[in-house]
Each structure stands twice: as C-alpha cells, then as structure tokens.
C-alpha cells in the first residue's frame, strides 16, 4: 500500500501539478487505508501478529507509517498492540498455571507415597519456584519484545508505549484472573 501512494505521488508531481499531490493523497488514504485499517491489522496470513511472530522489523514500520497518517490509524495500531500483547500475556499465565497444576498433583502424588518425611513437598516447592521463575522470564521476555518494537518499529511513539505498559498493569494479565 506504501507503494501505491508513492507511486501516485510520482503521478501527480509528474503529470499535474505539485499542489494536487496532498489532495490526492487524502483521497488515496481516504480510499484505500481509512476503510480497511481493521482488516489490514487482523489479516490471519500478514496482519500485526503474523508480523511479531516473524520478526518482520521492516513491515511493523511501514504498517505503522501508514497507519499514523489518518487519524483512526493510530488509535486502530494501539488497540491491535494491547490486544495483541494481552493475548500473549494471557498464554503465558495459562501455561504456568498448567505447570503449576502439574506440580501440586506431583506434589501430592509424592507425598502420599513416600514415608511423609516432608521429601516431596521440598521438592515440590523447588518446582513451584521454578514455574514462578519461568513465568517471570517470560513476561520481561514479552516486554522486551514489544520495547524491542516500539524503539524500531514504531519511532518511539510516546501514546503506543502507554497502551502496551497499560496492558501489562492490568489484573487479567499480571494476576492471570
């Protein structure tokens, strides 16, 4: 799409007259971005999270170029951020509660078998510390991630780093409720 409007620029500085290329492009933006800024964000084979996924550095920024030239862009890019963010937080939780579920019925697996010497449950809350280590890992991972983005990727935009630090301050995301 990023292309597209360059090209139209071309046209316009070539064939018409440099005052017509700010015009045409609102009505490029107005057109061809304005109306489809939740769909290019959540396309399931190269929207925002296939990009993160991939590492795609280079199309992150010219997403959000793009997406900061019309006023719902940004708004739209923030809120695909938080959602985006949340959801992973969320598979982080999920799966530390799954490991920590595992080692409470290991914990009484063991406990119950042996000669209640107070064995397992030491090694039990070995493990325990070990998922609430993971977990931690995990999450700065995740933030590091998305730091790692806003620095390259989205020109340090002082509103997106707010919505992504706001989403990592909610209940559902750091307490797993």
């Not at 015009?23 to 929207?47: C, Y």
């Not at 985006?84 to 595992?102: K, M, P, V, Y």
């Not at 009484?108 to 998922?131: L, P």
Request: aromatic share 6%; hydrophobic share 40%.
């Amino acid at each position: 799409m990023e292309e597209r409007f360059t090209q139209e620029e071309a046209r316009a500085i070539h064939y018409l007259s440099a005052y017509t290329a700010a015009s045409l492009r609102e009505t490029l933006q107005n057109t061809l971005l304005v109306p489809h800024l939740s769909a290019v964000i959540s396309k399931p084979d190269s929207g925002l999270d296939i990009m993160i996924n991939s590492d795609r550095t280079d199309d992150l920024s010219r997403l959000y170029r793009l997406f900061i030239t019309v006023p719902e862009g940004l708004k739209t890019l923030k809120e695909a951020l938080k959602t985006s963010i949340l959801r992973r937080g969320l598979d982080i939780n999920q799966s530390s509660e799954l490991i920590a579920a595992n080692v409470d019925k290991d914990k009484e697996t063991s406990v119950n078998s042996e000669d209640r010497k107070g064995k397992g449950k030491a090694k039990a809350s070995i493990t325990n510390a070990e998922v609430a280590s993971k977990w931690v890992e995990e999450v700065l991972t995740l933030k590091d991630l998305f730091d790692k983005y806003w620095k390259e990727c989205f020109d340090t935009n002082r509103e997106i780093v707010v919505a992504c630090n706001e989403v990592c301050l909610l209940d559902t995301f750091m307490l797993g409720k």
